[in-house]
């Protein structure tokens, strides 16, 4: 289905906030978050790539995600 004007703007909106605040992210959780989430790596490869085991990879993700959902709970 076709978005309204509004929606259009809202979405974009939403989507560089979204993007502003995983680059405001320290660097290890703004790697493991664009590695999880826009290019579909899974926890292990995560791990693997920055050198963690996959209980700290999923710590890390655990807090990125917390705070993404903190200071984003106003967009979505």
């Not at 309204?4 to 290890?28: D, F, G, H, N, S």
């Not at 989430?37 to 693997?48: C, G, L, W």
């Amino acid at each position: 289905s076709s978005l309204t004007a509004e929606q259009t703007i809202l979405r974009r909106e939403r989507m560089e906030a979204i993007r502003k605040k995983v680059q405001a992210l320290p660097e290890r959780q703004r790697m493991a978050v664009i590695m999880h989430k826009y290019q579909q790596m899974d926890y292990h490869q995560i791990a693997e790539v920055l050198k963690l085991s996959e209980s700290a990879t999923n710590s890390l993700l655990f807090r990125a995600y917390e705070t993404l959902r903190e200071q984003l709970k106003d967009f979505v």
